[in-house]
Nanobody, 124 residues
Framework: QVQLVESGGGLVQTGGSLGLSCAASGVTFSRCTVAWFRQAPGKEREFVGA????????YYTDSVKGRITISRDNAKNTAFLQMNSLKPEDTAIYYC?????????????????WGQGTQVTVSS
């Protein structure tokens, strides 16, 4: 059974930083593209970024470029999302997602495995 478990969410002030983790089990993590999505209240789930199998390539949505870094440690079956210069509009539930495809893209339907989500709240 595949499990993705996010951790590290919380409350942070505008301009602050927060790091999220996504621990995977039951899957060959080194052959799993990992993406982060977020969903704010009343809005659709949005692609944040993704990292390739070995971590050599990363992709980000324009609104977070330069502020967010995705990384992974395949030896620990864990992916990370480091967020800096946070803004109130970054407030959302953040989900990690996994796909066995090396090129799953930016749509949520392309990802098979999902975590339960972790809340990030940025206060103004």
């Amino acid at each position: 059974q595949v499990q993705l478990v996010e951790s590290g969410g919380g409350l942070v002030q505008t301009g602050g930083s927060l790091g999220l983790s996504c621990a995977a089990s039951g899957v060959t993590f080194s052959r799993c593209t990992v993406a982060w999505f977020r969903q704010a209240p009343g809005k659709e789930r949005e692609f944040v970024g993704a990292i390739s199998w070995r971590g050599g390539s990363t992709y980000y949505t324009d609104s977070v470029k330069g502020r967010i870094t995705i990384s992974r440690d395949n030896a620990k079956n864990t992916a990370f999302l480091q967020m800096n210069s946070l803004k109130p509009e970054d407030t959302a539930i953040y989900y990690c997602a996994g796909s066995a495809s090396p090129f799953p893209g930016r749509t949520s339907s392309s990802y098979t495995y999902w975590g339960q989500g972790t809340q990030v709240t940025v206060s103004s």
